[in-house]
């Protein structure tokens, strides 16, 4: 019996580690993981210099993990594939990181998750950056889909910038870190954009009953969307409980302007100490 079992055990982790990263069970119904080998690729292309490292995990290893340490579920007692690629993934950032004379520290990794749809999946793909001690930025992504590690890569400059009223992983992790390093100018709308925003506003709000009685001020969101006919712009509500908060972008030649509501003021909105309160009156 006894060998019958070490039998199974080994060729499950054969099989595991024919087909690339695989969740098994042990004998004693413990999970492990296994990652195989892919050869990394660290890329010397002179026509994308912000890719520094676009490969798999290069070397095989074997990970036991249990419900307490590695791999938390969901309440259906289902991997949490969201929670598994945040485990496998900072690990080998940092080595691959290391191999180029960059260290960082895992716990200083920014893991988001991209878009998805609302229902159970066994996969994930993750976007993020970590900050080293010279305040240089490394954005990272990474996919997992069931079984597989792929789309690992480390950039130098983020592949996607934030681009005015369109949502992604990768304007969230430059909003984070626009937000951690502050690195800017505190300067405030000039009074031809202040009034550009405000006429905005009202003709935007001046319908809904839900907030066009409330006075507003307005300031400059300080996100650099590299087109100088965009003014972004945040700003407050006065006298509100919930979501008092707000943002948007103005386009001053296509009028492609955006507004939403925030639950807080980004350290990134300049507001002038002398702002006036703007009424929908």
Same mark, same amino acid.
């Given at each position: 019996?006894?060998?019958? @079992?070490?039998?199974?055990?080994?060729?499950?982790?054969?099989? @595991?580690?024919?087909?690339?990263?695989?969740?098994?069970?042990?004998?004693?119904?413990?999970?492990?993981?296994?990652?195989? !080998?892919?050869?990394?690729?660290?890329?010397?292309?002179?026509?994308?210099?912000?890719?520094?490292?676009?490969? !798999?995990?290069?070397?095989?290893? $074997?990970?036991?993990?249990?419900? +307490?340490?590695?791999? /938390?579920?969901?309440?259906?007692?289902?991997?949490?594939?969201?929670?598994?690629?945040?485990?496998?993934? /900072?690990?080998?950032?940092?080595?691959?990181?290391?191999?180029?004379?960059?260290?960082?520290?895992?716990?200083?990794?920014? *893991? *988001?998750?991209?878009?998805?749809?609302?229902?159970?999946?066994?996969?994930?793909?993750?976007?993020?950056?970590?900050?080293?001690?010279?305040?240089?930025?490394?954005?990272?992504?990474?996919?997992?889909?069931?079984?597989?590690?792929?789309?690992?890569?480390?950039?130098?400059?983020?592949?996607?910038?934030?681009?005015?009223?369109?949502?992604?992983?990768?304007?969230? !992790?430059?909003?984070?870190?626009?937000?951690?390093?502050?690195?800017?100018?505190?300067?405030? *709308?000039?009074?031809?954009?202040?009034?550009?925003?405000?006429?905005?506003?009202?003709?935007? $709000?001046?319908?809904?009953?839900?907030?066009?009685?409330?006075?507003?001020?307005?300031?400059?969101?300080?996100?650099?969307?590299?087109?100088?006919?965009?003014?972004?712009?945040?700003?407050?509500?006065?006298?509100?409980?919930?979501?008092?908060?707000?943002?948007? @972008?103005?386009?001053?030649?296509? +009028?492609?302007?955006?507004?939403?509501?925030?639950?807080?003021?980004?350290?990134?909105?300049?507001?002038?100490?002398?702002?006036?309160?703007?009424?929908?009156?």
């Amino acid at each position: 019996m006894k060998t019958k @079992s070490i039998i199974k055990y080994v060729a499950v982790i054969i099989l @595991s580690i024919v087909v690339g990263i695989e969740i098994a069970y042990t004998i004693n119904h413990e999970p492990v993981i296994i990652l195989e !080998a892919h050869e990394p690729q660290l890329m010397g292309d002179p026509t994308n210099p912000r890719i520094i490292y676009d490969g !798999a995990p290069s070397s095989s290893t $074997l990970l036991p993990y249990t419900e +307490n340490y590695n791999v /938390p579920f969901d309440y259906e007692g289902r991997i949490d594939y969201d929670s598994l690629i945040k485990k496998l993934l /900072p690990q080998l950032f940092q080595e691959k990181l290391k191999d180029i004379g960059v260290d960082v520290e895992t716990p200083n990794m920014i *893991l *988001l998750r991209g878009p998805q749809i609302s229902m159970y999946q066994e996969r994930s793909s993750q976007c993020g950056y970590v900050i080293d001690d010279d305040k240089e930025v490394y954005w990272l992504q990474g996919s997992l889909d069931n079984s597989k590690i792929y789309d690992v890569e480390i950039f130098t400059e983020n592949p996607m910038p934030c681009k005015p009223n369109h949502g992604s992983c990768w304007c969230t !992790a430059q909003t984070l870190v626009e937000e951690q390093l502050l690195d800017f100018e505190k300067t405030t *709308l000039t009074q031809i954009e202040e009034i550009m925003v405000v006429n905005y506003i009202y003709n935007y $709000l001046k319908d809904n009953t839900n907030l066009n009685f409330y006075k507003y001020q307005v300031g400059k969101y300080h996100m650099d969307y590299e087109d100088n006919d965009v003014i972004p712009f945040c700003g407050v509500f006065g006298e509100k409980n919930t979501h008092d908060y707000f943002g948007g @972008s103005v386009n001053k030649v296509t +009028n492609d302007n955006g507004f939403h509501m925030d639950r807080n003021l980004s350290p990134l909105c300049v507001i002038s100490e002398d702002a006036v309160w703007n009424s929908f009156d």
